[in-house]
């Protein structure tokens, strides 16, 4: 295989973790980050194109002879970079490692997603959905719904757009807001609402060429700001993998009838999709349900995902291009990576900016993913809600996460904060 350029959208943990393999490969010429952040800045080029600037994207990859383009976050696949790029005879040579629009529209719509699901009897939450126009006989159908009740944003709303509701009353209130005020701009215009599940949440993701797919290490992240699992929903607190019950019986069941009916039902209709699935489950007394699809990998998932893969991912990439996945055997590590985030006092409301970050230097066993940082004369300073992740191995999820929290002590800045009890589940 000759070697390749590569361009990285995106600027978050998920695009340094990306960066970070991608780097390890013999097949990686150079790299290129659009826009990155420090971490990656450290492992190729950073350019300061945001991922919205398809045109600006597609001259980069023109300068730049890029061979592959790996869209980072949903945004731009939603908005439909990848068509955007076949359709241009410049750079439609170019591997594009995520789906077409049509086949964003699992993560871009959670309408078509849940209709897709009902047509290939793949197992999910029952759910209606509602607009303005039958607003009334969505109030209706909530007052008789058991609780509690889940409201969904059909379209994309940065993950804010989901709701838990306890009463009929929040549950109300919550459509209203999402319907009538437009809450969420249009990504609320439709709200599906889903009857509760009620188990341990688990992330499973499958890299695919549209018709061949391998499985990656799966994952479990921790989304809620406070231990125990409490307060407000956050990107992501940490991750572990692998997750222990992801395995045997179960994990058949997953594929067999999850990822399995997801593959053969996208290539059935013809919808173009190449890259990642990710398969947000539910594991509800041992069978296995999909609460939402991703077009991309999670974040922090990746963190523990790319440590675990011992395959060379620029190998991996260049055969989904080449509809060759089926070439592939997946390694897992063997052991576990777990990833601790530092995110920003305030966090996930209204935060500060630009605290300058210390102890880099001290941090030994763990590698450092950068998530919301940014270069400011000469020193990292804090520049998102989620900070930076730190990524560990171990024997155990425990070994990992007790280097993961060993290092968090020694990275400082003003109003540092993050979980103390990712994997409690485990122990």
């Given at each position: ?12 943990g ?5 960066a ?5 490969s013999?097949l ?9 952040n ?23 990859c023109i ?20 068509d955007?790029?076949?359709a241009d005879?410049a750079?439609k ?16 719509s ?12 793949i197992p ?8 303005e126009?039958?607003?009334e006989e ?5 007052r008789?719904?058991?609780l509690p009740?889940v409201?969904?944003a059909?379209?994309l ?11 009929h009353d929040?549950?109300?209130e919550?459509?209203t807001t ?5 809450q ?5 215009k ?5 009857q509760f ?9 499958a ?8 499985l990656?290490?799966?994952?479990k992240?921790y989304?809620r700001?406070g ?7 956050t ?21 067999e009838?999850i ?10 209709e013809?919808?173009?999709?190449n ?7 539910i594991n509800v007394g ?11 990998m ?5 963190e523990v995902?790319?440590p675990?893969?011992e ?8 055969k ?5 996945l089926n070439?592939?055997t ?16 305030g966090y996930?409301?209204?935060y500060?900016?630009g ?6 230097d ?14 400011k004369?000469?020193?990292?300073v804090?520049s998102?809600g989620?900070v930076?992740?730190i990524?560990s191995y171990?024997n ?6 007790a280097?993961s929290?060993q290092n968090?002590?020694?990275?400082e800045?003003a109003?540092?904060?993050y979980r103390?009890?990712?994997g409690?589940?485990?122990?």
């Amino acid at each position: 295989m000759s070697s390749y350029n590569i361009l990285l959208l995106g600027s978050g943990g998920r695009e340094n973790a990306l960066a970070w393999k991608m780097r390890q490969s013999k097949l990686c010429k150079e790299l290129f980050i659009a826009p990155g952040n420090p971490g990656t800045a450290q492992l190729g080029s950073n350019l300061n194109i945001p991922v919205s600037d398809f045109e600006g994207i597609k001259q980069a990859c023109i300068e730049n002879n890029i061979d592959i383009l790996v869209p980072g976050p949903e945004d731009p696949l939603v908005n439909g970079l990848y068509d955007y790029m076949k359709a241009d005879d410049a750079v439609k040579h170019i591997i594009i490692v995520g789906p077409s629009k049509e086949g964003a529209q699992l993560e871009g719509s959670k309408a078509f997603s849940k209709k897709f699901m009902e047509r290939h009897n793949i197992p999910t939450a029952a759910y209606r959905e509602f607009t303005e126009e039958n607003f009334e006989e969505g109030v209706a159908y909530l007052r008789q719904h058991s609780l509690p009740i889940v409201l969904k944003a059909d379209g994309l709303a940065a993950g804010k757009g989901v709701v838990i509701a306890q009463s009929h009353d929040e549950a109300i209130e919550a459509f209203t807001t999402m319907i009538k005020e437009a809450q969420f701009g249009d990504a609320s215009k439709k709200v599906v609402v889903e009857q509760f599940l009620t188990g341990i949440e688990l992330s499973v993701f499958a890299f695919t060429d549209g018709k061949n797919y391998v499985l990656l290490p799966e994952a479990k992240d921790y989304k809620r700001i406070g231990e125990g699992d409490t307060g407000l929903n956050t990107g992501g607190m940490g991750a572990v993998s692998p997750v222990p019950f992801a395995q045997g019986d179960f994990m058949n069941k997953v594929v067999e009838r999850i990822v399995n009916p997801t593959i053969s039902g996208l290539a059935a209709e013809n919808i173009i999709y190449n890259g990642f699935v990710f398969f947000g489950l539910i594991n509800v007394g041992g069978e296995p349900y999909v609460i939402e699809y991703n077009c991309r990998m999670g974040d922090p998932e990746t963190e523990v995902v790319m440590p675990r893969l011992e395959n060379d991912f620029v190998e991996m990439m260049v055969k989904m291009g080449e509809g060759k996945l089926n070439e592939i055997t997946v390694q897992h590590d063997k052991r576990a990576a777990c990833t601790v985030m530092l995110v920003s006092e305030g966090y996930p409301g209204s935060y500060p900016k630009g605290r300058v970050m210390t102890g880099f230097d001290k941090v030994q066993g763990s590698t450092l993913f950068h998530a919301g940082t940014a270069n400011k004369d000469g020193e990292v300073v804090t520049s998102g809600g989620r900070v930076i992740a730190i990524t560990s191995y171990g024997n155990t999820i425990q070994e990992a996460l007790a280097t993961s929290y060993q290092n968090a002590e020694h990275i400082e800045y003003a109003g540092k904060y993050y979980r103390r009890d990712i994997g409690y589940e485990f122990k």
